[in-house]
């Protein structure tokens, strides 16, 4: 089984960058039939802006651009894609923002038929998503942030698609142990990640 890890953090001493790593040990730990490839979208110099191209493929009179194209087959020979992020006014950063915007298309991702039936084309994905937050849990259980990120995320986007969101995983400053437990935390789930599956 192969895992896409895609992170969306221009530090490459970052945590998130070192919890994205923890996840691929996990990975690696729990199998020798498991693979892994990361996907440092700041570092590769991913272009999040959707412009004509993906307005073109949006409306499908026009095939993905080439940027596009290569990560579709990056999640194409993905059973998992794990999304690593630092959360930005309680949603994802730009950067991955607009690697879903334009990489999620009309055609690939779902389909908008004639009828206006919607076809959920990833159904064969599974998605485990980690975000890295710097407000403590009261913050979020009082202004109800991690439901409506979960709406926005697990539900908006990706059971649009009819992906499964397997984890989603919200790390803390200030959970006990930060942040060693976050890195045990990401070691743990990239352990599990194919755990369940044959």
């Known amino acids: 089984m192969h895992a896409l890890i895609v992170l969306a953090h221009p530090d490459r001493g970052s945590l998130t960058h070192a919890v994205s790593a923890q996840v ?5 730990a729990s199998s020798p039939r498991h693979s892994f490839e990361i996907a440092d979208l700041a570092a590769e110099g991913f272009d999040p ?8 493929l949006f409306r499908r009179q026009a095939g ?29 950063p730009g950067l991955l923002k607009g690697w879903i915007d334009r990489v999620f298309s009309n055609g690939w991702a779902y389909a908008e038929e004639a009828d206006g039936k919607l076809v959920k084309k990833l159904q064969r994905l599974q998605v485990h998503l980690i975000a890295i937050g710097g407000a403590d849990q009261q913050t979020m259980t009082r202004h109800g942030y991690r439901e409506a990120m979960k709406t926005q995320m697990d539900h908006g986007i990706f059971d649009y698609c009819g992906a499964h969101v397997a984890t989603s995983e919200l790390l803390l400053a200030s959970d006990a142990g930060f942040p060693a437990s976050h890195l045990d935390a990401a070691h743990a789930i990239g352990r599990r990640i194919f755990a369940s599956r044959p």
Not at 49 to 56: I, K, L, P, V
Not at 64 to 92: C, G, K, N, Q, T
Request: net charge negative; hydrophobic share 50%.
């Open 24 to 28: 691929a040990q996990g990975i690696a």
């Open 64 to 92: 993905p651009p080439p940027d596009v194209a290569a990560e579709h087959a990056r999640i194409d020979r993905a059973d998992a894609l794990v999304l690593v992020y630092p959360v930005y006014w309680w949603s994802f």
């Open 49 to 56: 802006r959707f412009g004509q191209a993906d307005m073109a």
